[in-house]
Structures are given as C-alpha cells and as structure tokens.
C-alpha cells in the first residue's frame, strides 16, 4: 500500500498525494475496493469528515452520497498545516456528488465552503472540472433565489470553457440553451410549488415512522440496521416521471413532475401523482434546447425538509 491519502465516500475511494514541497494533488478515483483494516494495519491515520455536510440531515439520500466521508493518512505523510487539513476534511462530500452526477448538491457544497476550496483553486476546479457546467445551470437557473454567475469566478470560468461561451454574441441562457441542444446532460434540480401539491406531508408516511416502534433488544443494531435499509430501498423504488407539459394554460414550457404516493404504495395502491415542477427559468431553456423531447426520465435524488430534488436527462 503506496498510497499517501485516500477518502472514503460512500463505497467509492479517491486518492490524493502531496510533494516533497507540500502540494497537494488528487490521483483519481481509486479503482480496486480498498479495506479498512488493511489500511489501519498499515499506520494510517482515519479521520472524520466535517459535519458540515451529514447524511442525517435527509429522509432520503441516494446510495453514492449516503455516507459519512473518511481521510485515510498515510503515517509518514504530514497533513498538520491547517488549509491542507480543513480542505481534506471538507472534499469528501464534493467528490461524492460529482462522481454521482448531483449537481445541486455539488454547488451547494461548494458554495458552503467556498472559501475552503477556493485555497486550492486549480485542484478544486479540476474536481468539479466534468460536471462544472451542469453545478452553474443548477445553482443560477434550479433555485428560487439565484445565484449570480459572477460571484463564484472559479466555477463560472471552468464553466465557460466548458460552454464555449462569449458574452460578446450570446447570453448565458443562450449559451446553456446550445449546450443542452448539443450534449446528453444529467441535472439534479428541486422542485417548486410541492405544498401546492401536499407532498410535503406525504413524504415519510406513518407506517415508516412506527417502523422503529418494533425493535427488539435483543438485536437492536442488527434491526435498526434493516429498518434503514428498507426506507432506503423503499424511497428509492418509488416511480419518478419528468416530462413536459405543453397543456399547461399559465407556462407552455412548464415541466411537470409526478412521484407515487408513498402512502398509497405502501397500501397497495400504486400511482403516480403530481409533486412539483422544475423553476420556470430552469424549464425554459430545457424545452427550448430540446423542443421534441418530451420525457426527461427521472428518479428521487433526496428528500429532505419539504424539498425533493430528482435527477432528469435532457
């Protein structure tokens, strides 16, 4: 085992390495599974994750964020001067959502620890390098309140080399327009108008609460542990559909978003039901890259304080 520093998110394993004059540089995703036990045998250091981010935060949380991260470092390696150390204990998390393709999460993250990141511009930017256009459309266009490209220069100029945009010929909207018309795009956005809908009262039924009433003493680690692995399967089952809806009398290019009924399913009523729509901003530029497309796929992202975030294909 030759490697300096390893991250655990969730079951994926990044690298990292530092110079002799103490730079940082990350190697990649590991490919081989790594074992805990093998590591600390070999005099590593395991260090926990900032809580800034905590996957107890979320009802739902998908398979490749649900996790707490963990810094391996290597014995012989020195990670004591504190901008190195706070960067490693906040980029677990970052590198999760990129490598799950969640860009809300992904600016999000960025966005609360910014000034983290931004110590080691390059080897933030080069981390979020193949998602970066698709964290800007997520986080200036996905939200009610918007992010100004302008003040996030790091991720906005890796995005504009991305876009290929000129803001002498063309808007941002005009570009991100061109880029979806262009390329396959995995997005996470959050929906709007889910009150209206009641999914906020509909998301962690009564029959998943009164789940945990059941534990037994006797095996109390060995039940909770498959009460969790029932609501997560069970969250991540539920049908999701992202599509036009071109009927629509108040937006022509509104998408509407339809998620079973948590509660009918589990009683044997399965359907689909309407829980939001992608913003308005967000929708525009979609339906008027893609004008034909009329299905956007779609599956559950989290869930997490009235607000659902699904993934879509455009």
């Known amino acids: 085992m030759d490697k300096q520093i390893l991250i655990k998110a969730a079951e994926a394993w990044f690298e990292f390495s530092k110079s002799r004059t103490g730079q940082i540089d990350f190697v990649g995703k590991v490919a081989e599974t790594l074992g805990e036990d093998e590591l600390l045998k070999g005099d590593y250091q395991k260090i926990a994750s900032s809580a800034y981010f905590t996957p107890s935060y979320y009802i739902y949380l998908q398979e490749g964020e649900n996790a707490n ?3 391996y470092v290597a014995g ?14 906040h980029i677990g998390p970052l590198l999760a959502a990129v490598d799950t393709k969640d860009s809300l999460l992904a600016g999000e993250l960025y966005l609360r620890r910014r000034s983290v990141f931004e110590k080691f511009p390059q080897l933030s930017s080069f981390i979020m390098e193949d998602l970066c256009a698709e964290i800007l459309f997520s986080l200036c266009y996905g939200e009610m309140q918007n992010v100004e490209p302008d003040s996030i220069p790091l991720l906005f100029n890796s995005a504009k080399k991305k876009l290929n945009f000129d803001s002498s010929r063309e808007t941002l909207d005009q570009a991100f327009m061109r880029y979806l018309k262009d390329n396959a795009v995995t997005l996470t956005l959050p929906l709007v ?4 809908y009641n999914w906020e009262d509909e998301m962690c039924p009564y029959v998943l609460e009164k789940l945990c009433d059941n534990l037994s003493a006797e095996n109390l680690l060995g039940d909770a542990g498959k009460i969790r692995r029932a609501k997560h399967d069970f969250y991540q089952s539920l049908e999701c ?4 809806e071109p009927y629509n009398p ?3 290019n509104a998408i509407i ?14 359907g689909l039901e309407k829980a939001g729509h992608i913003r308005a901003l967000a929708a525009k530029i979609i339906r008027e890259a893609k004008p034909k497309k009329m299905s956007y796929g779609g599956h559950l992202a989290s869930l997490a304080d009235g607000q659902i975030i699904v993934e879509l294909k455009v």
Not at 241 to 244: D, I, S
Not at 257 to 270: D, F, L, Q, R, Y
């Open 69 to 71: 991260p963990f810094v």
């Open 250 to 252: 108040h937006d022509r």
């Open 257 to 270: 978003v339809c998620i079973e009924n948590p509660e009918a399913k589990i009683s044997g009523n399965p």
């Open 241 to 244: 559909a992202v599509q036009a």
């Open 76 to 89: 012989d390696v020195d990670v004591s001067d504190s901008d190195t150390f706070d960067f490693l204990v």
């Open 193 to 196: 108008g889910t009150s209206f």
